[in-house]
């Protein structure tokens, strides 16, 4: 798969590296061209001069073929104007922007674009939400047995309780994520779209919880 990554800081070098050494290709764009001494020794992708909002730029950059697009400059405004522009002009659904205010967070994501903080870990936060749907581990106990996994699930579970989550996957729901907010869940929480669940349950269970939340929920869960 082909991703683009704007923005060649240290997040932004980082998830590139990451991408290409899962085997993917990537398009890295900054508008400064010394930004790129930044990528890893022996990246083999794009570096793309310019602005990630410019339609010619992302198209030298590959937009045409892109599974997914980060957004991880120092600006927020280019950051959410970029994942907008990628958004409505391309249709590229799979794009996450990196942002420095917290408060702006709750807007962003209710336009639809993941977010990001400003964290040291912000580099996995980004591969997290722009890598394809599944399951990721989040912690595993001192024994393995039991594992908390932070699960990405198929748009028609919107509107279930989170107790149709834990039947069909025999899992616990510990917390979830709206709007960048962990939230612990009551009996009458229900899932929303753009929601994280983390779910609590034996780590050999998870590749089966995979494949169920991937798909659309049975009509009697």
């Known amino acids: 798969m082909h991703f683009i990554v704007m923005g060649c800081g240290r997040v932004g070098a980082a998830t590139a590296a990451a991408l290409e050494d899962r085997g993917h290709t990537v398009a890295v764009i900054d508008q400064d061209p010394a930004a790129f001494r930044r990528l890893a020794p022996g990246f083999q992708g ?9 339609r010619e730029i992302l198209r030298q950059a590959g937009i045409a073929d892109a599974y997914g697009f980060a957004a991880v400059s120092s600006g927020d405004n280019s950051n ?3 994942a907008r522009v990628v958004r409505e002009s391309f249709g590229i659904d799979n794009v996450v922007a ?8 709750e807007l ?5 674009i993941a977010t990001v903080a400003s964290v040291p870990w912000a580099a996995d936060q ?3 939400r722009v890598l394809p749907a599944g399951a990721a581990g989040e912690y595993q106990d001192p024994s393995g047995r039991l594992s908390l996994v ?3 699930l198929h748009p028609d579970w919107v509107g279930a309780d989170l107790t149709q989550i834990e039947a069909a996957t025999g899992g ?8 960048g907010q962990a939230q612990l869940p009551d009996p009458q929480t229900v899932y929303q779209d753009s929601d994280l669940v983390y779910l609590m349950l034996p780590t050999d269970s998870v590749a089966n ?5 991937a798909r659309a929920p049975e009509v009697d869960q």
Do not use: K
């Open 46 to 54: 794009q570096r793309v001069t310019g602005v990630g909002f410019d």
């Open 80 to 82: 959410v104007l970029a």
């Open 98 to 105: 990196r942002i420095y205010d917290p408060d702006r967070a």
């Open 108 to 112: 962003y994501e209710r336009l639809g």
């Open 126 to 128: 980004v591969l997290r």
């Open 150 to 152: 932070r699960f990405d």
């Open 172 to 179: 616990r729901v510990a917390f979830i994520s709206r709007f």
């Open 209 to 213: 919880a995979e494949r169920v939340l």
